[in-house]
């Protein structure tokens, strides 16, 4: 498949394909490539059946070998409910499906739950690298509330052959002192038994929505919670996109620095984004940022324009779900497909 990048990205494809970042160029910044673990995590704490099994990650799919990743996450069923994630699509409701629409679509891994991935280990797990997600936020108490609740054991996906454990801190809000303890002792136990770990470092206060503006998606606030989350030994880290900068600021709580706003970053998405890698300890633990919801007609446009936002900020790839299993099944195919194109051409680069 061949991207047309300058008609899908339209009216920004100048500013997105020739942008360089200055306040934090790209020769401070470690590139993800083929030899990532030899020339960077090797040199960690990592036990060797760790950097194995994130080898394997990193080896699969139409990405292999390249060092970036294209990774299908499906847990929206607990986070959201499996009405508001599957309707638009009911034979997702069917666990196989989700693991089928990652081999064709050609993934280096399936992140899902323990039932998902336990109810089709025996027949995938040695197709595809399985990521199992351990914890979940759920709808279904009312009220709603947001906290993130122990699902599932580092043993279950030892067991039924997973390379890697996923797992979400609401980081900012009242319960995520607990989190962080939990998820961190999950995380050593995951490389205690030679699981990589894959930290979804979100935000979540209320306090941070300021005068009408949302800041959970801020340079400045997401790339802390990256900080924290390589802090742990998360061996990738997820975050979104950044959308603005200032929360601090805004909120008025917590420290930081004028240099992270004058200096460091501009209101320009790639050097948003640069700065969330550079709180992954200069990229030597890898970002990956994520898909967001469906919104239809301009999905294409959207991922397309997140894979090279990612991809020019030294990013190492994209973590794409509703945008691809809400859609017939070869659509959803295409979609996974046109993102990992922006990856594979040599075209677009470090910015």
């Known amino acids: 498949m061949s991207l047309n990048l300058t008609e899908i990205l339209g009216s920004e494809a100048s500013t997105l394909l020739n942008h360089t970042c200055k306040g934090i160029p790209k020769e401070n910044i470690y590139v993800p490539g083929p030899n990532w673990i030899g020339d960077v995590l090797v040199n960690s704490d990592r036990p060797v059946p760790v950097l194995k099994n994130l080898q394997a990650l990193l080896n699969n799919g139409r990405l292999g070998k390249t060092g970036y990743t294209s990774i299908l996450p499906v847990d929206q069923g607990i986070e959201h409910s499996a009405g508001a994630s599957f309707a638009p699509n009911p034979a997702f409701f069917n666990p196989e499906k989700i693991i089928e629409l990652a081999i064709e679509g050609g993934c280096n891994g399936v992140a899902s739950t323990l039932g998902v991935l336990g109810m089709t280990a025996r027949k995938?797990?040695?197709?595809?690298?399985?990521?199992?997600?351990?914890?979940?936020?759920?709808?279904?108490?009312?009220?709603?509330?947001?906290?993130?609740?122990?699902?599932?054991?580092?043993?279950?996906?030892?067991?039924?052959?997973?390379?890697?454990?996923?797992?979400?801190?609401?980081?900012?809000?009242?319960?995520?002192a607990r989190q962080i303890k939990e998820v961190a002792e999950a995380f050593a136990k995951a490389h205690e038994l030679g699981l990589g770990t894959i930290l979804w470092c979100y935000t979540r206060n209320n306090g941070f929505k300021v005068d009408g503006v949302d800041y959970h998606s801020a340079a400045d606030l997401t790339s802390q919670a990256n900080h924290l989350g390589v802090t742990i030994q998360a061996d990738i880290i997820k975050q979104k996109l950044p959308t603005n900068n200032g929360g601090y600021k805004a909120t008025k709580h917590g420290k930081t620095h004028d240099k992270v706003y004058t200096e460091l970053t501009t209101d320009h998405p790639i050097d948003l984004c640069r700065y969330q890698v550079a709180n992954c300890y200069m990229g030597r633990i890898p970002l990956i940022n994520s898909g967001g919801e469906s919104k239809g007609a301009s999905d294409l446009a959207e991922a397309v324009k997140t894979a090279v936002i990612n991809k020019r900020a030294g990013g190492m790839g994209l973590i794409l779900g509703r945008k691809a299993f809400q859609r017939p099944f070869k659509e959803g195919v295409a979609m996974l497909n046109a993102v990992q194109d922006v990856y594979l051409d040599p075209k677009i680069t470090i910015a």
């Open 124 to 176: 995938y797990a040695h197709k595809i690298p399985f990521v199992l997600k351990i914890n979940h936020n759920e709808f279904l108490s009312l009220p709603n509330k947001f906290d993130q609740t122990m699902f599932a054991s580092v043993k279950q996906a030892a067991d039924m052959g997973a390379v890697a454990v996923g797992a979400t801190i609401y980081f900012g809000s009242a319960e995520s």
